[in-house]
């Protein structure tokens, strides 16, 4: 009976090329070949005699990172909610409206519509009572019939503070607020003789409509050409559709909103104070 052959006489009789072959496709044979040729291009010099222990692999790309949504919305958050310079008024303003809100759901106010009485009782307003209890002229500027009436004057207030508060200084937004208000509920109570029970900011914002509006005229040089005409025509556009929306929904205000518009306009064509 013959002896079996040396594996490694075997493998010294193959050539370079056969033993790198059988090297680089050590998996298609059993490890043993693998091994044996891997040792015969050592003995040879062909390939370094520390061999890494696993198979060489190109690395690994990094899995791509999901953006987190968080920081940028309680970026927004706070852009729009807390005071920096030249947006000082606007803040205050949006903290007290909904403070306001949130005191009358807390005392038990419906929150998507709250009852008549309940905005009486908190100051809306009532043309009954508003000729011997005149604060609530501008204690109904801080009302809201409901969360959507809140956050749609809201929105607006942010939009016209952020134009606006910069050019016309934070002192001088508040006071045009204020008497904005004011000004659109008086009108309000005079217009609608058959009586009214009436909440919400749009008065005085319709007035910051009117200051931007005059500060546009009085101060063409705050924007470039293109952008007065951008801005003119985006708050005209803004106005019209609010006051034709008014027209076909009978519980907007119109009379308010007119009242606050020219308060807001006249105030904002006076001389700024130095």
Same mark, same amino acid.
């Given at each position: ?10 493998? !010294? $009789?193959?050539?370079?090329?056969? /033993?790198?072959?059988? !090297? $680089?496709?050590?998996? $298609?044979?059993?490890?043993?070949? @693998?091994?044996?040729?891997?040792? %015969? ?8 005699? %520390? /061999? ?7 690395? %690994? %790309? ?67 009572? &508003? ?12 009302? #809201?019939?409901?969360? =959507? #009436? /809140? ?31 004011? @000004? ?7 217009? #609608?003789? $058959?009586?009214?029970?009436?909440? @919400? ?5 319709? *007035? ?21 005409? &951008? ?25 308010? #909103? ?5 308060? *807001? !306009?006249?105030?904002? =064509? ?5």
């Amino acid at each position: 009976m013959s002896a079996a052959p040396d594996p490694a006489t075997l493998f !010294a $009789q193959k050539t370079d090329a056969e /033993l790198l072959y059988l !090297a $680089q496709h050590a998996r $298609q044979y059993p490890a043993a070949v @693998g091994q044996a040729a891997v040792r %015969e291009l050592q003995r040879r010099g062909l390939i370094p005699t %520390e /061999l890494p222990t696993g198979p060489s692999r190109p690395p %690994e %790309e990094p899995a791509p990172v999901e953006p987190d949504a968080s920081p940028l919305a309680w970026g927004v958050l706070r852009g729009v909610f807390w005071p920096r310079p030249g947006y000082r008024t606007t803040p205050l303003l949006l903290w007290l409206n909904v403070l306001v809100y949130l005191a009358m759901v807390v005392m038990g106010a419906d929150a998507w519509q709250p009852a008549g009485a309940d905005l009486i009782r908190w100051g809306s307003n009532f043309s009954p009572l &508003t000729p011997a209890q005149p604060w609530r002229l501008l204690t109904s500027c801080f009302l #809201h019939g409901g969360a =959507a #009436h /809140l956050l749609l004057n809201m929105a607006s207030l942010v939009f016209l503070g952020l134009l606006t508060e910069g050019l016309v200084g934070s002192r001088r937004l508040l006071v045009v607020y204020l008497l904005s208000g004011v @000004g659109g509920s008086l009108l309000s109570w005079w217009w #609608h003789t $058959q009586g009214l029970n009436s909440v @919400g900011a749009s008065g005085a914002i319709f *007035g910051l409509y009117g200051l931007l509006l005059a500060t546009l005229m009085r101060q063409p040089t705050a924007f470039t050409r293109s952008g007065r005409y &951008t801005v003119l025509l985006f708050v005209l556009y803004l106005l019209a559709s609010s006051l034709a929306g008014g027209l076909q929904a009978h519980t907007t205000d119109n009379a308010a #909103h007119v009242g606050g518009l020219l308060t *807001g !306009a006249l105030a904002g =064509a006076l001389p700024r104070q130095r």
